[in-house]
């Protein structure tokens, strides 16, 4: 996550103890990736009461056997509170579809993981907002990917915009801490300006604009994801508005989510616009460290597998029935799990000749095994030039040595 309130505009943000660890005394570096401790998305449930086409569970309305019991969730709860994960996210499908959502949420509460949902919200009636605030829940991600109809294309469903809509109200009525979500593409990047409109009138804490990752649904509509230059104006219009909420003293958290170019991209345009926070910005992205995907970000699937996130479901590292989560995650003898955790001499073009790597790490592996079959090759999505990274500057080098 790319945090545009706090690094842009220098805004305290509840996320910045996790995003922003203090590095290992004498260095600039992050601490020892077996030392960190991952927030953890639990796809909780496949099933789920829309059919959004950029789902990259490919879920649907119905049973799906072979999914966690309670029994075995709550130990997986309690194995991850020992292993000291920081967050855990209820995903799905939706989540909410889950009947026993609540008391796994406050277990995990109890155990002192702050807890989260990410949910598409059309469940949350004046009732259900309750018991998720009773459930010690400390923040609801809802989704919305467009206004009315565009919205409701996007999930599948008539009245979803409307149904969430009344999510957000529900959510803000109660107390709840509440958020947008949305997965830009070409369907709905046009409602950007309508979006944060509607972020301001509805009195939401929080908004998370996601790039597409090409996985489950979001492959088959990988047609559909921005341009770079698309992009580009994307991401300048979402700093443009989180700055002027800012300005105007509204307490809005902004984030970009899913593609870390974003980080030097803002930081570039600091320096172009002699901002006094421009090296700040940048130390802070150095502490982030980027892609985390293996090392501070984890999913377990609704059956218990392990993945290096939410979008890598077709590998799994094993399954919390048979191993501790801890003992997975840290098990270094997994090839890939190694390559995650110390990927920067295995990452090829772009990627590994980039300037940026240390706040970037590479970005979306997945994404680059999706396009180019390679987990190891750059990432399709990175919008930077060869002249923003670096490249241009080295070939020129490489070339001034070879002629001495």
Known sequence: MIGITKLYCGAETPGDPLRYAQPDPGTRHPRSVLDRRPIVVWNSTLRCNLNCVHCYADSENKGYPNELSTSE???????????????????????????????????ASELGIRTVISTNGTLI???????IKDAGVAYVGISLDGIGERNDCFRGKGGAFEDAVRAFENCVAVGQRVGLRLTLTRRNYEDLEAIFDFIEQRRINRACFYHLVYSGRGSDIRKDDLTHEETRKAVDLIIDRAADFHRRGLDVDILTVDNHCDGPYLYMRMLREGSLRAEEALELLRRNGGNSSGVGIAAIDNEGNVHADQFWRHYSFG??????????????????????????????????????????????????????????????????????????????????????
């Open 319 to 404: 399954n919390v029935r048979q191993r501790k989560f801890g003992e997975i995650w840290t098990d270094t003898s997994e090839p890939l799990m190694a390559g995650l955790k110390n990927r920067k001499p295995l990452l090829k073009g772009r990627c590994a000749n980039c300037k940026w790597l240390d706040i970037c790490n590479g970005n979306f592996r997945v994404r680059a095994e999706a396009v180019y079959g390679d987990v190891w090759a750059p990432d399709p999505a990175c919008y930077l030039t060869d002249e923003e990274i670096g490249i241009e500057d080295r070939l020129l080098d490489a070339h001034r040595r070879a002629n001495r």
């Open 125 to 131: 009636t004046e009732k259900i907002a309750i018991r």
């Open 73 to 107: 969730a709550q130990q997986m709860i309690r194995d991850l509170a020992e292993f000291g994960v920081p967050v855990l996210l209820f995903s799905g499908g939706e989540p909410l579809m889950r009947e026993d959502v609540y008391e796994n949420a406050a277990l």
